[in-house]
């Protein structure tokens, strides 16, 4: 591979690993996993420092490997490790089962019998 073609398939690789990968792992761990557990995600601000975090570390970082400045690429890669540490901190409370009333919610609300009020069969309805 040619020298001047190699800066270009890493910044690629980054921008397609980095930028594409962690956001997909980002929003289906929170669009699937507080569906399984039944637990609610933390929100707040929390989401919107998580999500610039990784954006603006992303440019940085392609900004550095661009530039070839080393102390870009250590503050995008800084900022990429804080939105993944923000996401475990808020994910990592959903994973587990909350206690109600003193025993375990066995069932995630996916599992719990349909409701029977929804039939449209009331007696007082038909003529």
């Not at 073609?5 to 910044?11: E, G, S």
């Not at 929100?43 to 900004?63: K, T």
């Not at 994910?91 to 996916?110: C, D, H, S, Y």
């Amino acid at each position: 591979m040619h020298k001047r073609n190699r800066l270009y398939v890493t910044i690629g690789l980054i921008y397609g690993l980095l930028g594409g990968l962690l956001m997909t792992i980002y929003g289906v761990g929170l669009h699937v996993l507080p569906r399984f557990t039944g637990n609610p995600i933390r929100v707040g601000a929390w989401p919107r420092v998580q999500y610039g975090c990784i954006n603006l570390g992303i440019v940085l970082f392609i900004g550095g490997h661009w530039s070839a400045s080393r102390w870009l690429m250590v503050s995008g890669g800084r900022l990429m490790w804080l939105s993944l540490l923000i996401f475990t901190l808020r994910v990592w409370p959903v994973l587990w089962r909350r206690a109600t009333g003193g025993k375990q919610n066995a069932e995630a609300p996916a599992a719990r019998a349909p409701r029977q009020d929804l039939d449209n069969t009331d007696s007082t309805m038909q003529a």
